[in-house]
């Protein structure tokens, strides 16, 4: 019995370990799909982005309060700090240590476009990262951070948090390029993109901060619905055990029942 037993976790042991690992990649291509299909459901793309293919996941932090969820509701106060910044690639040997351009853009409500383009909120240019960490000291600063402050009535802007790689150390932005003048902050992103040579985009997120009560009805958003997201991506297989709640995670717990059955069972003897 003791002996059969021992053999018994070993095996399972065996079995486990891979599953550890096939739950994190499944779990990274869900965040993935999850982080997709809300740029999408928002509007974000075609409003902002021509399309949207990250291969990294990017959490920002603000003061008082957890990781942000995708398009969560921030009050201005909350967001006159800059945040913290983690990544985490999709896959996990992915070495992330180029150096970044780092983007804040206010995209408008859902259905708006400006001729202008958008207000650039920070641009910083050779971003690292080290341990996860998105480290902006030490960068070049094109655009100080400054936090978002949509007009009162205008409904829910949205704020789009975008990591891109660089193909240079440092690509400063072209003479007379409108965000060198620091005031107005009005940029075209795609346009920065372009003249700065910077790209692709490996990740982003967006947060929405409203001003007062809408004088209009901005245009609908979808929400994201992650049961049908499973049904038809890659993590099939899990999709009875992932839920999602305001667009965060609560699969964890989860993930352990899955990964510990077995043992369970194995008390149980
Ligand atoms: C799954 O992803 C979430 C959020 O990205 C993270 O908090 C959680 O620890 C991950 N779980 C596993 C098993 O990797
Ligand atoms: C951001 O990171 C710094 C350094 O680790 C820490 O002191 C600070 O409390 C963090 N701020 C937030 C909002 O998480
Ligand atoms: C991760 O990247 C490595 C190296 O590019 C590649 O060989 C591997 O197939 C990738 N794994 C997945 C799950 O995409
Ligand atoms: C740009 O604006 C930031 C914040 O408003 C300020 O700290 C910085 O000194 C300005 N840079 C220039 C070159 O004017």
Redesign the pocket.
């Known amino acids: 019995m003791i002996p059969s037993a021992r053999r018994m976790i070993f095996s399972l042991l065996l079995i486990a370990s891979p599953l550890?690992h096939a739950?994190?990649s499944d779990?990274?291509t869900?965040?993935i799909e999850i982080i997709r299909a809300h740029f999408q459901g928002a509007g974000l793309v075609p409003d902002l982005l021509a399309n949207f293919t990250p291969t990294a996941?990017l959490?920002a932090t603000y003061t008082g309060g957890g990781?942000v969820t995708p398009g969560q509701l921030l009050s201005k106060s909350r967001t006159q700090t800059a945040p913290n910044l983690t990544i985490?690639p999709a896959n996990m040997t992915t070495l992330l240590n180029k150096e970044y351009t780092l983007v804040m853009v206010d995209a408008w409500t859902p259905g708006y476009t400006d001729p202008r383009g958008q207000i650039c909120h920070w641009i910083v240019n050779g971003v690292t990262i080290q341990d996860h960490t998105v480290l902006t000291h030490g960068s070049v600063q094109v655009e100080h951070y400054r936090g978002p402050t949509p007009p009162s009535g205008s409904g829910p802007h949205r704020y789009a948090i975008l990591l891109y790689a660089q193909q240079f150390p440092t690509v400063p932005p072209p003479q007379g390029f409108p965000i060198q003048n620091n005031v107005t902050g009005f940029c075209h992103l795609t346009d920065y993109v372009k003249a700065s040579n910077i790209g692709p985009l490996i990740a982003g997120t967006y947060f929405t901060v409203e001003e007062g009560v809408a004088t209009f009805t901005p245009s609908p958003t979808s929400p994201v619905v992650t049961s049908t997201l499973l049904a038809s991506g890659p993590s099939a297989s899990i999709a009875g055990t992932v839920a999602q709640h305001n667009g965060?995670?609560s699969?964890?717990s989860n993930?352990?029942t899955i990964?510990l059955a077995p043992f369970l069972w194995l008390l149980a003897l």
């Open positions: 550890v739950a994190q779990n990274m869900l965040g996941l959490t990781i985490t965060a995670f699969s964890s993930y352990l990964i």
